[in-house]
Nanobody, 123 residues
Framework: QVQLVESGGGLVQAGGSLRLSCAAS????????MGWFRQGPGKEREFVSA????????YYADSVKGRFTISRDNAKNTVYLQMNSLKPEDTAVYYC????????????????WGQGTQVTVSS
């Protein structure tokens, strides 16, 4: 069982930055792929970024490539999403997910989900 708690969301102007954090419980954090998904107003949930167990491999949606950076600290059971050059279209609830497979974490999500954190980017 893995419990995920996101933090770091908020209101920011376009062009600004935010860093999201996702703290995980459990001793097996380092065996999970971790991912970030988001769901904007009136939209379906979409993949944003994911990272492998050790952090050596990362994945990004085309819409955030070059602006967002995912990282993880297995000693702290935490995964991060650094978001730079934010745009109004990045406004969404951001969710953290955990799964043991790449195929899931870069597409449909994970076995475990956090409750989400709101990110609002004003123009």
């Amino acid at each position: 069982q893995v419990q995920l708690v996101e933090s770091g969301g908020g209101l920011v102007q376009a062009g600004g930055s935010l860093r999201l954090s996702c703290a995980a419980s459990g001793r097996t954090f380092s065996t999970y792929y971790m991912g970030w998904f988001r769901q904007g107003p009136g939209k379906e949930r979409e993949f944003v970024s994911a990272i492998s167990w050790g952090g050596s491999t990362t994945y990004y949606a085309d819409s955030v490539k070059g602006r967002f950076t995912i990282s993880r600290d297995n000693a702290k059971n935490t995964v991060y999403l650094q978001m730079n050059s934010l745009k109004p279209e990045d406004t969404a609830v951001y969710y953290c997910a955990a799964d043991r497979t790449t195929s899931a974490i870069i597409s449909i999500g994970g076995e475990y989900w956090g409750q989400g954190t709101q990110v609002t980017v004003s123009s």
